[in-house]
């Protein structure tokens, strides 16, 4: 039996990057052997187990064999005479195929660590596509290491493009798309992930309502990089410039879904694509099936975008209507995070990533303001439900209208 390092820990480790998890391969054993030895089962589709002290996750050497569409589609055989080599080939990139041994030694027979050095993300063999996960993974892959210089391998998204046209993109179930998704939110460059499924052909399959804002113009006076599609990646580079979570990430890319209904011969204007804009962000969330704290969010910044960016032109009563139609009263937090989304969007744009957006604070100061208002018992007295409400929503009134006039006058 040898037991090697292999995938992420070893490529991170060349990279010199802390590695977040440490995975191992091993060959000339059984899954009895591993059992005998303490170790604990996990894996659903193969043999995978935990290491009974480090808790690290210990794989048999597999091969597989292409039965069917999609990534389920796959018979996978165990046996102790499957080689390192064998494992590593039904990888999906060089840079994710370099094992180590105990001693330190690296194998790589599929050039992962020159590969490494080119800044280039290439897939191991033609065994690639019969995963069309692994699209997701590439893109993924390419959003994470952006910044040091890597681009996917000309050779590797002609690939991706043939595994596309074939349809294999289509058999992507919802759960794995936003497990990738998800995580892809989360690296340093979200842009790029969007960025290689559209230059790939998925985007249109698995993200199509964003896809279609490529090509929308937008007025130049307000957007000077005009398409709707290069305004949303800009604004995931912002955000993640931000450090933004991952819901407020999400609800940027959903922000503008809206103007791709808008008629052409009304471009480059888009009057009303906040409102019309919801049914797309929930035809996305249907298919690819966010948490609801993601949908939620994701709304919100579609339908009130727009108001959020005139707040200092909303009256008084008009903005405490708007936190009202947010929740922002008891869902504060959340609040918050569509303010930053609001501030994404303003600052995403050709040469504004800095430009200030005072808008966020105003408004931040009057939710505090106007949740901070209380009706005490005294002025409870004589007064049913909707007097209260009306009652509390008076006081609050009187509390926003000098914040209004100050800032305006500011």
């Not at 058999?171 to 559209?198: H, I, K, M, N, Y």
């Amino acid at each position: 039996m040898q037991v090697y390092l292999v995938g992420g820990a070893v490529r991170d480790g060349l990279l010199g990057r802390v590695a977040k998890e440490r995975d191992y391969v091993v060959t000339g054993a059984t899954a009895q052997q591993l059992l005998d030895a303490g170790y604990k089962p996990v894996g659903r589709d193969f043999p995978v187990f935990l290491h009974p002290d480090t808790h690290f996750e210990y794989a048999l050497a597999r091969r597989e064999r292409k039965t069917g569409p999609g990534y389920r589609g796959f018979i996978t055989e165990f046996s102790p005479d499957i080689s390192l080599e064998e494992d590593l080939k039904r990888r999906d990139l060089t840079i994710n195929a370099i094992a180590q041994a105990d001693d330190g030694q690296l194998i790589d027979p599929y050039g992962g660590q020159a590969d490494l050095a080119a800044r280039s993300l290439r897939h191991v063999s033609e065994a690639f596509s019969e995963d069309p996960v692994r699209i997701l993974r590439v893109a993924r892959f390419a959003a994470r290491f952006a910044e040091l210089g890597f681009t996917v391998h000309p050779e590797t998204l002609a690939l991706m493009r043939q595994m596309v046209a074939a349809g294999e993109a289509n058999a992507l179930v919802a759960e794995r798309v936003w497990q990738e998704t998800e995580r892809a939110l989360g690296e340093a460059r979200p842009d790029v992930f969007f960025s290689v499924l559209r230059d790939c052909g998925a985007l249109a399959v698995i993200f199509p309502e964003v896809d279609r804002l490529f090509g929308v113009p937008q007025p130049e006076q307000w957007h000077p990089e005009i398409d709707t599609g290069l305004h949303v990646l800009l604004c995931l580079r912002r955000a993640a410039d931000l450090q933004a979570s991952a819901a407020v990430r999400f609800a940027t890319l959903a922000h503008d879904l809206g103007k791709a209904l808008t008629p052409q011969a009304a471009w480059p204007k888009h009057h009303g694509h906040e409102g019309h804009g919801v049914a797309l962000v929930d035809q996305l969330c249907d298919r690819v099936k966010p948490p609801a704290a993601f949908r939620d969010l994701a709304r919100l910044a579609c339908r009130h975008h727009g108001n959020l960016h005139r707040a200092f032109e909303l009256r008084a009563d008009t903005l405490l209507d708007l936190m009202e139609s947010c929740d922002a009263f008891r869902r504060a937090d959340r609040f918050s995070e569509l303010l930053l989304a609001c501030q994404i969007d303003a600052q995403g744009r050709t040469g504004l990533a800095e430009k200030p957006y005072p808008q966020r604070a105003y408004v931040e100061q009057a939710r505090t303001a106007a949740a901070a208002v209380m009706l005490t018992e005294a002025d409870r007295t004589g007064l049913k439900g909707p007097q209260i409400a009306a009652a509390l929503r008076a006081r609050r009134l009187a509390v926003l209208e000098p914040l209004r006039e100050a800032a305006r006058a500011g």
